[in-house]
Structure formats: C-alpha cells, structure tokens
C-alpha cells in the first residue's frame, strides 16, 4: 500500500542553524505534498504545500523542494528559533487520501 | 467560521463502554477525515467521506469502530465495546476536497480519549 517514510525521527538543531527534514513517498499518482507542524497538545496545522508541477516553493523561513523523479521532498527551515520546536509531518496525497508520515520532533536550542 | 468543532475534548471511560466522538466539519467543506493519534503508532488515518459518503475505511482497525456521516455538518466516531488500547487523541479533519484535487486539511483540537 502507500507509504510515506519521513528523517530523521529527531533532530536537535542550535537555535539560528538550519533544519532539514526529509521524506519519501511511494505512490506515484501523488500529486500534493504538505508539511504540518504540531505543537504539545494543540493540533497539526499547516505551514507550507507543493503540488507536483512544481519544483520548489519558499515562505519566508521555509521552504519545500520537490523530485517526483525520486520520489522525495523536503522542509528546510533557515535561522531556526525557539519557537519552531514541534513535531513536523509530511504527507503525500493523490485523490482523496493523504498519507502522513511518521513525524520528526525538531528541538531549537537557544 | 470557527474552525473545525470536536466534542468532547476529553473522554475518560471503562472498558467496555461505548464512546461517541463528534465532529462538526468547516462549512462548505466537501471532505471529512479522522484521525487517531498515538506516541507508538503516530497520525492514524482511520476513514474519510467526501460529500457525506464513506471513501475509505481500511484505516479503521476494527468491527468495534463505526463512523458516520448523516449530513454535510456532522460526523461521528463510535467505539463500543472500547479497550484501553483505544486510549489515544482523536483528531477530525475537513478540507474542500472538491473533485479529487488535494486541498488542506484542517483539523479540529482532538479529542483525548482514555479507556481504563
């Protein structure tokens, strides 16, 4: 069935440093890809999409790429701050379905 | 629009009761999609309706969970008999959904269930 493998589980970043979470997806009639972030006890919510016909896409600190070549994308989140400490999610959808992945939980030092 | 509504917000039962958990999606919304959330098994998807229908249930783990939909603004997720396994936070999710195009989700606070 379909899969989306998300990496690292963990990651510890110094506050100001990059961040960069990967993810692999398995169905290739997936066409939209979000990233959501949660936060201790509160709800997943968006913080950024690409759909396939594109390659990559920026919002201030964050930003997406994308190769459906290889079936991966990714988060990257530049001059990290306390504040972005929370788990963060891909997805992969096609249709219908979305699929997430496993999670990373990202911990900003300050 | 108040976002997506779930009640209760917290359930404590024993098991073998029967749980109820309600979802009120975002008006307009097409698409409706719960979710079961645990530290072992992560984000769960357990069904979703588009336009107040059953698209997928392969997600639901057992006979003992039913869903339903009886309208565009109303969903619920039934667990009976429940076991202390099901012990997890809910989530409800809506997006517009409109004809297979992927559309965000938006999710509603959870519901955290606990089954002792």
């Known amino acids: 069935g379909e899969n989306v493998e998300q990496h690292p589980s963990t990651l510890s970043v110094q506050e100001g440093d990059s961040a960069v979470i990967k993810c692999t997806y398995s169905d290739s009639a997936s066409n939209y890809f979000p990233w959501y972030k949660q936060e201790l006890g509160k709800r997943p919510q968006l913080i950024i999409d690409i759909r396939s016909n594109v390659g990559e896409k920026k919002d201030q600190r964050i930003a997406v790429t994308l190769n459906k070549t290889a079936k991966h994308f990714s988060l990257h989140i530049t001059e990290t701050q306390p504040e972005d400490s929370a788990v963060y999610f891909c997805a992969a959808g096609g249709g219908f379905k979305t699929i997430f992945g496993a999670g990373t939980r990202l911990f900003v030092k300050a | 629009d108040a976002g997506v509504i779930q009640s209760p917000r917290h359930e404590v039962t024993e098991m073998g009761q029967e749980v109820t958990l309600r979802c009120k999606p975002i008006s307009g919304h097409n698409s409706l999609f719960w979710y079961r959330q645990t530290m072992m098994r992560g984000l769960e998807l357990l069904i979703y309706?588009?336009?107040?229908?059953?698209?997928?249930d392969s997600g639901m783990p057992e006979d003992r969970f039913s869903a339903k939909m009886p309208n565009a603004s109303f969903s619920t997720l039934k667990i009976q008999p429940s076991e202390p396994r099901d012990s997890a936070v809910y989530f409800c999710a809506s997006s517009l959904g409109s004809g297979g195009v992927q559309e965000t989700q938006y999710f509603g606070p959870g519901t955290r269930l606990l089954v002792l």
């Open positions: 309706f588009n336009n107040n229908v059953p698209i997928d």
